[in-house]
């Protein structure tokens, strides 16, 4: 029991966090230069497969408002902001999502995990995520499927973190099947997929309007496409 013990904290420890990692070293681990894949952006709408239920849609609706109502919006130049309301908005989306597809798609192998480590296989690099939603494949067995890491200003600052994040996800998988990572500011979204030969990267994405409480249709129509991308993520696995 010891030896476990020692093993799991063993484990558990790495050298360099991935948001120490300079962007040379980065470059070098990822295969590629961050400018260009900056400048790969696309469409978010090329990331749907299939459209989130309506009702779905209007009960993550109702809780976004209701934590609008009671936080304020996270947008970091007002008054009284903080970064805990950025999470508190993205877990009203990702509880909602998971919660739907445990009860309605019968996939009681998924779990939403907060502050959960990444630790790259040789144990160089690792870091703290905010969300991860994880699918359990058997006893001893997870298989990481989407990270969602929460920044109060600039997604950029985060970019080469997640990328880092994924390419560990991938080679822990061990399956050879896409793994999924979002940066957002709760305003805004952006999607990062790695399938072990191909990174891409989506353009920003607005889920929060200031005045949406009073605009339900228009969020509804214009807004929802970080929904139905997170629902075909989920709907593919």
């Not at 080679?171 to 790695?194: E, R, S």
Request: proline share 3%; charged share 25%; glycine share 4%.
């Amino acid at each position: 029991m010891a030896g476990t013990e020692a093993s799991s904290k063993r484990k558990r420890k790495y050298i360099t966090s991935f948001s120490n990692v300079s962007p040379e070293e980065a470059e070098s681990i990822l295969g590629f230069q961050l400018i260009k894949f900056y400048d790969s952006q696309m469409p978010i709408e090329q990331f749907i497969t299939t459209t989130a239920p309506e009702q779905l849609k209007k009960k993550i609706f109702e809780r976004l408002i209701d934590c609008i109502i009671s936080e304020g919006f996270p947008e970091p130049a007002l008054p009284l902001f903080n970064e805990l309301v950025v999470t508190d908005n993205v877990g009203m989306i990702l509880i909602a999502m998971v919660s739907y597809f445990k009860l309605t798609v019968a996939h009681d192998d998924l779990r939403l995990s907060r502050e959960k480590k990444i630790i790259r296989k040789d144990e160089q690099f690792g870091g703290n995520m905010e969300f991860i939603r994880i699918q359990k494949i058997n006893v001893g067995k997870n298989c990481y499927v989407l990270v969602v890491e929460t920044k109060g200003d600039s997604l950029g600052k985060e970019l080469t973190q997640l990328l880092l994040a994924l390419k560990s996800m991938y080679d822990i998988n061990n399956d050879k099947k896409l793994v999924y990572g979002f940066l957002t500011t709760a305003i805004q979204w952006q999607l990062v997929t790695y399938d072990g030969q191909t990174w891409k990267l989506s353009e920003l994405s607005t889920v929060l309007l200031a005045n949406m409480r009073k605009q339900e249709d228009r969020w509804l129509k214009n807004n929802t496409q970080i929904l139905d991308v997170i629902y075909s993520i989920l709907s593919s696995i």
